[in-house]
Nanobody, 123 residues
């Protein structure tokens, strides 16, 4: 059974950077498409980025494009989300999710989820 654990969240000023990690156990993560989602208080969970399982193609939603970079390290069984030029509107709980099929932007499209890591960007 695949298990995911996020880390790397924290408090950062506007314009700063954070790198989130999604560490997997119980299975090899390179067999899965892995996405990052986020959920701000009072808002629905939204997709941020995804890396495919076939050729490591990467996909970004508009809010993340040009500022965030998703990558995977198969040796560490970990997927990362490098977040640069952070804005207050990036404040949210960030979750990684995995699925054995392909990247998609829907929460129901992922079978495995981590517990989340909080990112807070101050003005």
């Amino acid at each position: 059974q695949l298990q995911l654990v996020e880390s790397g969240g924290g408090l950062v000023q506007t314009g700063g950077s954070l790198r989130l990690s999604c560490a997997a156990s119980g299975a090899t993560l390179d067999q899965y498409a892995v996405a990052w989602f986020r959920q701000a208080p009072g808002k629905e969970r939204e997709a941020v980025s995804c890396i495919s399982r076939i050729d490591d193609s990467t996909y970004y939603k508009d809010a993340a494009a040009g500022r965030f970079t998703i990558s995977r390290d198969n040796a560490k069984n970990t997927v990362y989300l490098q977040m640069d030029s952070l804005l207050p509107e990036d404040t949210a709980e960030y979750y990684c999710a995995a699925d054995g099929r392909k990247c998609n932007w829907y929460t129901e499209g992922y079978d495995y989820w981590g517990q989340g890591t909080q990112v807070t960007v101050s003005k």
